[in-house]
């Protein structure tokens, strides 16, 4: 091959345009990652984070674990629900990324409320086994995590939903940095 055949033309950078998402919505099953993940991420990118049982705690009084045990998952889920309207009605300009409880997307309401905001909405995915041991790595109470065939059956029973997320991130193996760069790269944000 000649020297001037083999000679590469020069390439013009080329300027990504500004994206348009200024709320990221993490889903996935517990253990999922969608709280670390999503302080990591909000704090790469300059935004602010925010947790949806964090709002259902401050918005109910009590944590999610004494909602579950005193009032019951249908109540929880109806706080949930409220917490999320309140949180969609008041996106705001400042961008954001919100993680949402293991069940709240596969709760066909929220689901439509998300899918009504044209939301972008990244399911961290994981193998029941890996999640399984995050959580008992982590040792948080977790009202719906028993045992682990039970936790099989409910990771299944909501897997179809989790997959009607725009995005989607297998976190098997990975560290919570890996992660965060996968969630910003796919949704071109870095």
Known sequence: ???????????TPVTLRPTQIRV???????GAGKTTVGRALAQRLGWSFQDLDDLIQ??????????????????????????LRKLLSDTGSVPRVIALGGGAYAQPE???LLQNAD????????SPDELFLRCQ???????????RTQFSALYEGRRSSY???THR?????????????????SLGLI
């Open 24 to 30: 990221v919505f993490l889903v996935g099953f517990m």
């Open 58 to 83: 401050a918005q109910e009084g009590r944590s999610i674990e004494d909602i579950f045990r005193e009032r019951g998952e249908p109540q929880f889920r109806r706080a949930e629900n409220l917490a």
């Open 137 to 147: 790595r982590e040792g948080k109470e977790r009202p719906l995590h028993k045992d």
């Open 110 to 112: 929220n689901a439509k």
């Open 1 to 11: 091959m000649s020297r001037s055949a083999a000679r590469v033309s020069p390439v």
């Open 163 to 165: 997959q009607k997320a």
């Open 169 to 185: 991130i297998q976190t098997d193996g990975k560290n919570p940095d890996t992660v965060v760069a996968e969630v910003a790269c």
């Open 119 to 126: 939301a972008t909405v990244v399911f961290l995915d994981g």
